[in-house]
């Protein structure tokens, strides 16, 4: 497969930008959770604040009523 029929598969055909569409996600998403984890790495002694959230403390919020 040369050039430009690889650059006429993305960029000519619905499958070769769902290709070029999915990459980026997978890209994107990749780089959101190599920052996250060296963002919780560097802040590790940090403690939390009452204005903190997080997506897996939703359990210890239903009894403080």
Do not use: H
Request: hydrophobic share 40%; with cysteine.
């Amino acid at each position: 497969m040369d050039f430009g029929a690889l650059y006429d598969f993305l960029f000519n055909t619905f499958a070769g930008l769902g290709c070029l569409v999915g990459l980026g996600l997978v890209i994107s998403v990749l780089a959101c959770v190599i920052m996250e984890r060296r963002t919780r790495k560097q802040f590790v002694d940090r403690e939390p604040d009452e204005d903190d959230w997080s997506f897996f403390d939703d359990d210890e919020d239903e009894g403080k009523d």
